[in-house]
């Protein structure tokens, strides 16, 4: 190849190194307005725009209005809420076998995140099977009450995807990590080429 070929070729790269994750990132985000505009289907409240007969189209508006039902209910429950009525509601949830199945995992997993007890803030490396290493989430670090005193639950994630797996791990197995768990989970969902 000749030398304008080649520096076509380091141009076309760069570019796409460049457009590839700009354009995915505004990919998804209209993905994700879009998406939440359809679900919940607000846009027809406007009526029809009488010169196209088309429904009046506000774009983010199901996204906003997701977020300020977020941000209500956040602060409904931190003014208003008090604790007997939280344990109340608790109560009520207890008694419904499935409910409780499906609310409390969703709220463990959104507390794991955001929660006062975040679970995801320890990130360790992990010993495995043939002198590998992998990147962890210390989640549990005491299980003496599954009688295993001496091992940890850790939280592995997958590169590319919020999925992940849970391990049960000898304590001598692991060694935390000098770095944020931000930092550890982007460099996990990542595939191992995020900067940190």
């Not at 846009?43 to 983010?60: H, K, Q």
């Amino acid at each position: 190849m000749n030398r304008i070929g080649r520096a076509l070729l380091n141009y076309l790269i760069k570019g796409l190194l460049i457009v590839v994750p700009i354009a995915l990132s505004i990919f998804i985000v209209v993905g994700a307005v879009t998406t939440v505009d359809s679900w919940l289907n607000i846009n027809n409240i406007f009526g029809v725009n009488p010169l196209t007969g088309e429904n009046r189209n506000i774009p983010g508006l199901g996204l906003g209005l997701v977020i300020t039902i977020i941000l209500l209910a956040g602060i409904f429950v931190t003014n208003f809420v008090t604790e007997p009525m939280y344990n109340w509601f608790q109560r009520i949830i207890n008694k419904l076998p499935l409910l409780n199945f499906i609310f409390s995992s969703i709220k463990d997993l959104t507390e794991a995140f955001v929660g006062d007890e975040k679970k995801f803030n320890n990130p360790v490396l992990v010993e495995v099977e043939g002198g590998m290493k992998r990147i962890g989430f210390l989640t549990q670090n005491d299980l003496s009450k599954l009688d295993l005193p001496g091992d940890v639950i850790v939280y592995f994630p997958f590169s590319y995807s919020f999925a992940g797996q849970v391990y049960v791990v000898s304590k001598d197995k692991i060694k935390p990590l000098k770095m944020s768990a931000a930092d550890a989970m982007k460099l996990v969902v990542s595939g191992g080429v995020s900067h940190f």
